[in-house]
């Protein structure tokens, strides 16, 4: 695929959005990017300076402008809303980032009809679900970067525990971005071995005293974003290079699995809820979710994820 006639359009710069924006003109893999934002001076100002880094990277047209700039994108990026703060946590945002979810997709919607919509505002999941409620998108047109900055968190965790390359490390997050996620220990390997087993092998470790162990990295994996916040404010290089992932995916690859938050329609008896789970990528869009054979402590975490979004979205006035 040619990814050098690809347009992408930004709605939200702030740091998340600024960031994204600034990895994609580093990569090169689109020929335009277009910066919305209410803020029209930061607008103005981030598209200042991006074309002036671009110097230095593959020839890319930056501009800002409004919700009808988005017109002919092939993926739109939506960071909008209220940031968190220190001491709060994603649901939390809900109420409010719906509310401006709700007015602002199906005026970019209307103009950019066809393409792939990546949620990044959080909380991502009950935003993905906004997202896909107030417009006519289809669910594999609305895609929420969801778990895979945690599972990125989680890998890189497990390869300092292991003492090992990211690289030879394979587990995921799953559910919720947030609190009630979970991690399919099962399915985790360390270069084609079950990471129980590699554990138990170089360790010598009894069983019971790794998994404890792994219940600390995953602790660690969760407390991790609002231990940055606490200490710089924000956190936006990390999910921006998600981002930048995810949209190489959607343009670059063929079939490519990422945690992704997408809506479920009946996977492990769940409906009407947008989550994480191991999904299918490619240039149309979500195409497949994998229901992965899970265990029964496995399927009651995700469950429990499911029905704590589910809460949280039956509070949310229309």
């Known amino acids: 695929m040619n990814t050098r006639n690809k347009k992408i359009t930004i709605l939200g710069v702030g740091n998340v959005g600024a960031s994204i924006a600034f990895s994609l003109v580093i990569d090169g893999m689109c020929s335009e990017i277009v910066l919305v934002d209410i803020n029209k001076d930061k607008a103005r100002g981030e598209v200042i300076e991006l074309r002036q880094s671009a110097v230095f990277c593959p020839s890319v047209k930056v501009s800002y402008g409004d919700y009808a700039d988005a017109v002919d994108s092939d993926i739109v990026v939506v960071t909008l809303g209220m940031a968190r703060k220190p001491g709060q946590t994603r649901l939390d945002l809900a109420q409010t980032n719906t509310n401006i979810m709700r007015q602002i997709m199906p005026e970019v919607a209307k103009y950019a009809p066809n393409a792939i919509y990546v949620i990044v505002s959080n909380p991502v999941d009950i935003m993905t679900y906004a997202a896909l409620k107030s417009t006519n998108l289809s669910p594999s047109q609305v895609i929420g970067s969801g778990t895979l900055l945690d599972t990125i968190r989680l890998q890189e965790g497990l390869s300092e525990y292991l003492d090992i390359s990211t690289s030879n490390v394979q587990a995921y997050v799953l559910g919720e971005h947030g609190d009630s996620s979970m991690v399919p220990w099962s399915f985790a390997s360390v270069a084609g071995m079950p990471l129980i087993e590699y554990c138990k092998l170089m360790t010598k470790k009894d069983e019971s005293v790794i998994r404890e162990e792994l219940e600390v990295v995953y602790r660690n994996m969760q407390t991790s974003g609002s231990n940055i916040i606490k200490l710089k404010g924000a956190t936006y290089y990390g999910v921006a290079l998600c981002v930048r992932h995810l949209c190489d995916a959607l343009f670059r690859h063929g079939d490519i699995i990422l945690p992704v938050s997408v809506l479920m329609e009946g996977q492990y008896g769940m409906k009407d809820v947008c989550l994480s789970l191991p999904t ?28 704590a979004l589910k809460n949280t979205l039956s509070k949310i006035q229309n």
Do not use: A, M, R, T
């Open 280 to 307: 299918v990528i490619n240039s149309n869009g979500v195409k497949q979710i994998i229901e992965y054979p899970f265990n029964d402590e496995e399927k009651e975490k995700l469950l429990f994820s499911y029905n």
